[in-house]
């Protein structure tokens, strides 16, 4: 049966994929999207347009690139970076670490992201968000870049803190001087570390030199 046309009608001539919506006047014909397109509302209206979230390239967020000295770190140290994530992206994955290596290299390495309160942190709890596989330190005076193994989807704006350690002595890295701050937990090393932790904070007058976040974006 053919439809009907005409004011307040169907429009005439349909074609295969086509799809009708009313305007409030009149019914409109939307002719059928492309492969991977889905049906979003703008205005008011259905359209044609991108279901999901869009990824973005990889960037790079750099929470202290400043002149360091030659610094050693003991086994039970970590010592925190901050920086805040851009809001420009509702959502975000952190997919690698980069620190600045001393000029004496052992063992392995672990770098870790975690969610905080503020900065310098007021809250001991803190959630952590990403982390690198045990990594070896490779490469004195070198800046050594490691893959994340995992990371947690954050919400853009959020604050977020990395940190470095070490499986044992003979690795140093690369510091800076800073006003005393609360940004040091005492923590034995581990290469499974705890998805929460509650140590206090301690001051200290070091912070991690030349500490850089990568990430993709989502929105």
Known sequence: MPLLTGTGRFPANPVTGDLVYFDGTNWVRLAIGTTGQAI????????????GLAESAEQSLATA?????????????????????????????IT????????????NVMSEVYLV?????????????AQIASTAQSGTNATQKANVVWSSVIAGG????????SSGPGQNYL????????IYKSITFTSTPPPFDTTAWTATTVAPSDCTIFFKGYS
Do not use: C, E, H, R
Not at 96 to 107: F, L, Y
Not at 117 to 129: E, H
Not at 175 to 182: C, H
């Open 158 to 165: 959020g604050l977020i803190a990395m940190t470095i350690a």
């Open 40 to 51: 979003i509302v703008t205005g008011g209206i259905p359209a044609w347009g991108t279901a």
């Open 96 to 107: 690698a670490v980069q620190w600045s290596n001393g000029t004496a290299v052992a063992g």
């Open 117 to 129: 309160d503020k900065n310098p942190p007021v809250s001991a709890n803190v959630t952590l968000i």
């Open 175 to 182: 510091f800076k001087t800073i006003a005393s701050q609360n």
């Open 65 to 93: 690139l400043t002149a360091g000295a030659d610094t050693a770190l003991g086994t039970g140290s970590k010592y925190f970076a901050f920086a805040t994530l851009p809001t420009t992206y509702k959502f975000l994955k």
